[in-house]
């Protein structure tokens, strides 16, 4: 797909590679093409699978178990290779399997913080110490992050066909017959929330694909090297609005760090642009209100913040 997407826009259209708009066409439309095939793909899946279990029990045994569904939904999120957009798809999911919300979010937080590739960059570029910190710090923020939103009761700020998908998982179970109608199931599901959302989609993409070719690393350099004693909230609020992959945020991080900025500034920085992009918040907006996202947000990023802090005065233990 990326290939294709490459000859499309440099071959075809004859668009040099060197100049910013072909590089944020092809951006823009190999994330798209790949979100949307992939929330298809997922939430089909989902729905297939949640043919076979029952709704209500899988609450039950979630909520019983407290703190282990939002380390269980945390877990999954950190072998998940998603980026914040790409994890949208599966949090839906939850959503629509009557999944806590809390829990939901546990992963929706973690999915993007870490990932396979990500944690082989992190070892290559800064060391198995550094990098197992990373990892380990990413969960943690997943699973407290989680909890608190949990313990928030924030279910009636979900937009109100995701609340209305929510309300009714939670309380009835429904009979499948024939792997047939499981497969229709999982299909409509999908069909409907991609028909719901595919704007909303290339909305958040476009805008990703202009900042993340148009906005040079020495302004992010410049600008959180006069944070000072705040550089950290700094770097988490200038990494919100841009959008990455994990290949492209890394690089970043390393440079921060090399030109001498502490640890965990460089590692707030890319873990907010990791779990907290623009994009993700115009996507998230088709499926909560915005007082739900502005907390989640909130409390995410403060959660971010606080982690950086700790690497900074962990620095010299690390490296």
């Not at 928030?152 to 024939?178: K, N």
């Not at 705040?230 to 030109?259: E, H, N, R």
Request: charged fraction near 15%; proline fraction near 3%.
């Amino acid at each position: 797909m990326y290939r294709l997407t490459e000859w499309f826009v440099f071959d075809l259209l004859n668009i040099s590679r060197q100049a910013h708009f072909g590089e944020a066409l092809q951006f823009f439309l190999y994330d798209s093409i790949k979100i949307i095939l992939l929330l298809f793909a997922m939430i089909s899946v989902v729905g297939f699978t949640r043919s076979f279990l029952s709704a209500s029990r899988i609450k039950r045994w979630l909520t019983r178990r407290g703190i282990i569904g939002n380390l269980l939904a945390s877990l999954f999120g950190a072998v998940t290779p998603f980026c914040s957009c790409s994890s949208i798809p599966i949090f839906l999911g939850c959503i629509e399997a009557g999944i806590p919300l809390g829990v939901a979010f546990s992963f929706l937080i973690t999915s993007p913080i870490i990932n396979e590739y990500l944690a082989v960059l992190m070892l290559g570029f800064f060391g198995w110490k550094i990098a197992l910190a990373y990892v380990s710090s990413g969960i943690l923020i997943g699973v407290a992050c989680g909890l608190i939103l949990g313990k928030m009761r924030l279910e009636r700020y979900l937009a109100e066909d995701m609340l209305l998908f929510y309300s009714q998982s939670l309380s009835v179970d429904v009979e499948y017959r024939g792997i047939k109608q499981r497969i229709i199931f999982g299909l409509r599901e999908a069909i409907g929330i991609v028909k719901s959302i595919w704007l909303w989609i290339l909305v958040g993409v476009g805008i990703g694909a202009l900042i993340h070719n148009y906005v040079p690393q020495e302004a992010v350099q410049k600008i959180v090297s006069r944070g000072g004693a705040f550089s950290v909230p700094v770097a988490v609020l200038l990494g919100v609005p841009i959008y990455g992959s994990c290949a492209a945020i890394v690089p970043i991080a390393v440079a921060l760090f090399q030109k001498g900025f502490p640890l965990g500034t460089a590692l707030a920085f890319m873990m907010a642009v990791a779990a907290l992009s623009l994009p993700e918040a115009i996507m998230l907006k088709r499926a909560m209100k915005l007082k739900l996202l502005a907390i989640f947000f909130s409390i995410t990023a403060l959660g971010i913040v606080i982690t950086g802090y700790i690497f900074n005065i962990l620095q010299k233990v690390l490296i």
